[in-house]
């Protein structure tokens, strides 16, 4: 039976070795929204190619101690977000495309999604990322808050569906803070997926 000192460890090599084992691409580092914007162009003119269209998602991700407080130890902070990447990353498919964004954003690329109901996808990966993570020495919560938008036009630019994903997560954080919705750990379901509305052109 594994201790708490290397119940982080064991998790995040688990997420880690899950990917590994699929064979998915690894988690794409980018500083800044406009790195992730050009990412998206990319993935559009991939899409174009083949007659699909994307639609583009954003995650924002809040850390918190038990009692519901912001996390002190960036450390542990970063620990958890290390461990949540790798989690979305195996549980998308391996054409769409994954990437952290500064600290505390994840974007994703979901490719060939003209028949899907992307806010469906949304709250899923929302439900699954959301809640405790037993990482030493104590658990941690992640409160998630996320916008999508579907690529609609086909001749819509990248900066635009970008844009309007971001305008979906800022709705989803104005409707949560509404709401004075609690940590993800204190609700029975996470709710913020199905707060947002659909940034769509």
């Known amino acids: 039976m594994q201790n708490k000192a290397t119940a982080d460890i064991s998790l995040l090599f688990n997420e880690r070795q899950a ?4 064979g998915l691409p690894a988690m794409i580092q980018l500083p800044s929204l406009q790195g992730f914007a050009k990412l998206v162009g990319r993935e559009l003119n991939h899409a174009r190619r083949f007659g699909t269209r994307p639609a583009v998602l954003l995650i924002d991700v809040e850390v918190r101690e038990p009692l519901g407080q912001p996390v002190q130890q960036q450390t542990q902070a970063a620990s ?7 989690r979305l990353r195996s549980r998308v498919r391996g054409t769409d495309v994954v990437a952290r964004i500064g600290e505390r954003r994840f974007g994703v690329v979901l490719q060939n999604v003209e028949r899907a109901n992307v806010h469906v996808i949304q709250e899923r990966l929302q439900r699954v990322l959301s809640g405790a993570y037993e ?3 104590q658990p941690l919560y992640a409160s998630l808050v996320s916008g999508i938008a579907k ?10 569906l970008t844009r309007a994903a971001e305008v979906a997560l800022g709705q989803g954080s104005i ?5 004075g919705r609690q940590p993800a750990n204190l609700l029975p379901h996470p709710a913020a997926g199905q707060a947002l509305t659909s940034a769509r052109r």
């Open 135 to 137: 990482l030493a020495p």
């Open 151 to 160: 690529c609609e036009c086909p001749r819509i630019c990248a900066s635009d």
């Open 80 to 86: 958890l977000l290390d461990v949540l990447g790798a």
């Open 19 to 22: 990917i590994e084992l699929a």
């Open 175 to 179: 409707a949560a803070a509404k709401q």
